[in-house]
């Protein structure tokens, strides 16, 4: 996997962590580099795995607004978006040719359809995410490429816009603690929208399914070995990365 160690660098790790504080306010400056930089991380894996990305049919689920399908575009994938809501679909008035609105884990698509599928951040929002997974081995061709990522919910932004430690206390009060400070709702409202799902969860499906590699996402290629520690990789974490073969 050189390519993709090689782009796990400190300097990228922060610069994705100095992002996160424009996710409710700029969502366009967090998940504009999101996208960008999950499309280089799939087409690092891709190099890596001898698939080329250019060409490819790139599946997103749970592709929201759009900005992973420029990004996606950008180094000549042909991308499928699926996405539940369809507020979420417009919220950046991005044009999106080959977009559907979906369930991720009924996905509305015949096997063996794409070479590539891929989900960020969407595991934690539903509450049978290996449903899912199975959708995404399910849809994607021989051969093909599955990458899903996901936050975890004890690492520091298991909590999303609730707050830093607030979830270590209870996703019920982060969220009570949050309508009560804001006067509305979180958007990622626990129980509803937002789910508890452990890293230790995500390795087991992992290793039933013969996984090619997992990772924390945000870390530098050196801090990998985190995730083979257990109670201490729920923690440090923060996003786990999931790549099988289908």
Not at 18 to 27: I, L, N, V
Not at 135 to 150: A, C, F, H, K, Q
Not at 159 to 173: C, I, M, S
Request: proline content about 6%.
């Amino acid at each position: 996997m050189k390519q993709t160690r090689a782009m796990a660098t400190l300097a990228r790790s922060w610069q994705l962590l100095r992002s996160f504080r424009f996710e409710q306010t700029r969502p366009d400056v967090f998940y504009g580099g999101l996208a960008s930089d999950t499309a280089l991380l799939v087409d690092a894996l891709c190099t890596d795995l001898g698939l080329p990305l250019s060409g490819a049919r790139v599946l997103d689920v749970g592709g929201g607004p759009g900005y992973f399908a420029e990004a996606f575009a950008g180094r000549g994938a042909r991308y499928f978006g699926v996405e539940p809501d369809a507020g979420e679909m417009s919220a950046a008035g991005i044009q999106l040719a080959n977009a559907v609105r979906g369930d991720g884990t009924q996905l509305p698509f015949a096997d063996s359809t794409f070479d590539v599928t891929y989900s960020s951040n969407v595991a934690e929002h539903i509450p049978h995410p290996w449903d899912m997974g199975a959708e995404m081995l399910r849809v994607t061709r021989p051969g093909g490429l599955v990458i899903l990522s996901y936050t975890v919910w004890l690492g520091p932004f298991g909590g999303h816009e609730t707050g830093l430690w607030e979830h270590y206390v209870g996703g019920a009060f982060a969220r009570d603690r949050y309508t009560s400070r804001h006067g509305h709702p979180p958007k990622n409202v626990f129980g509803t929208s937002l789910f508890d799902v452990s890293a230790r969860q995500g390795l087991d499906w992992a290793t039933a399914h013969d996984a090619l590699l997992t990772f924390p996402r945000y870390h530098p290629s050196w801090a990998w070995w985190v995730t083979r520690v257990p109670v201490l990789r729920e923690f440090l974490t923060s996003n786990l990365v999931i790549v099988l073969r289908a």
